[in-house]
């Protein structure tokens, strides 16, 4: 069974940098995009940014334009976002997620690291 969990969250200033990692356990993944979400409270999940896995097109949303980067590690098991002049209204929880090959949406969810930025 694979596994996606997320780890780099934490509780950081205004301005600051976090890296968040994702890595897939389990049996190899076959996948399409890996993406990035993120969750307020009391808020829709929105989406942060996406890698197609064949060709490496990033496509990230306008509040994370300019400041996050998705990037990935040679072995294809995991994904990272850096996420750069952090502000307060990043904080949520993060999830990453995977649209395995056939899929027609994300169909693997992690559980999720919280991001909280303090001003």
């Known amino acids: 069974q694979v596994q996606l969990k997320e780890s780099g969250g934490g509780l950081v200033q205004a301005g600051a940098s976090l890296r968040l990692s994702c890595v897939a356990s389990g049996r190899p993944l076959s996948v399409y995009s890996m993406g990035w979400f993120r969750q307020a409270p009391g808020k829709e999940r929105e989406f942060v940014g996406s890698?197609?896995?064949?060709?490496?097109?990033?496509y990230l949303s306008d509040s994370a334009k300019g400041r996050f980067a998705i990037s990935r590690n040679r072995a294809g098991n995991m994904v990272y976002l850096q996420m750069n002049a952090l502000k307060p209204e990043d904080t949520a929880m993060y999830y990453c997620?995977?649209?395995?090959?056939?899929?027609?949406?994300?169909?693997?969810w992690g559980s999720g690291t919280q991001v909280t930025v303090s001003s």
């Open positions: 890698q197609r896995w064949s060709n490496g097109d990033t």
């Open positions: 997620a995977a649209q395995r090959v056939g899929a027609s949406e994300y169909d693997l």
